[in-house]
């Protein structure tokens, strides 16, 4: 069973070594070539002094996977809602380390104040990515039909969202992030 922990900037490394493979084949990232390790650090660096987590999943001393948070859109009425990421090293997957990590996302920015979380699911073909944000109280709110084009294809984007601590149900704290 991994251990879930905040990651570190000394895991750039394996964090890229997961991410990498993604963007060169698969559907889950739509950059077309892997940041270096220099780009990785400086989002790294940024998306920490936003303040929202960076988890890592740990298992006999190797990452198996890694998820955060990013504030939605940068104008101050979105300051509650953030956007999941969820990677998961090919020899992790099938094991709930995804659904682990997503349940600890969660809750973390639940208790910083965050009122909702939003997947944008790369291809609406990504049968697991959907699977993983249903099993964690997310529901379909739309499918953005050929927005990307990746690896010689028109891609869908299909975006999921679940409510955090109270949602809409009262008005926010300060604004957040």
């Known amino acids: 069973m991994p251990v879930l922990r905040p990651a570190r900037a000394s895991d750039l490394d394996e964090l890229l070594a997961i991410y990498a493979p993604e963007v060169r084949s698969g559907t889950a990232s739509w950059e077309?070539?892997?940041?270096?390790?220099?780009e990785f650090g400086r989002r790294f660096a940024a998306q920490q002094a936003q303040g929202w987590p960076w988890l890592v999943a740990e298992e006999d001393g190797r990452i198996a996977g890694y998820t955060y948070a990013s504030r939605?859109?940068?104008?101050?009425?979105?300051?509650?809602?953030?956007?999941?990421?969820?990677?998961?090293?090919?020899?992790?997957?099938?094991?709930?380390?995804?659904?682990?990590?997503?349940?600890?996302?969660?809750a973390a920015c639940a208790e910083r104040g965050a009122r909702q979380m939003v997947a944008v699911i790369g291809d609406s073909a990504n049968a697991a990515s959907i699977a993983l944000h249903r099993a964690c109280?997310?529901?379909?709110?739309?499918?953005?039909?050929?927005?990307?084009?990746?690896?010689?294809?028109?891609?869908?984007?299909?975006?999921?969202?679940?409510?955090?601590?109270?949602?809409s149900a009262s008005p926010p704290g300060s604004p957040l992030g």
């Not at 104008?75 to 380390?97: F, H, L, M, P, T």
């Not at 039909?145 to 690896?151: D, E, V, W």
């Open 32 to 38: 077309w070539e892997p940041p270096d390790l220099e």
């Open 137 to 167: 109280g997310f529901a379909h709110v739309g499918t953005l039909h050929a927005i990307g084009f990746k690896a010689g294809r028109w891609l869908d984007s299909v975006l999921m969202q679940r409510p955090l601590g109270e949602g």
């Open 72 to 106: 939605w859109r940068p104008r101050i009425g979105y300051a509650w809602c953030v956007e999941d990421s969820v990677y998961v090293a090919e020899w992790a997957r099938g094991r709930g380390v995804g659904r682990r990590l997503l349940e600890a996302l969660i």
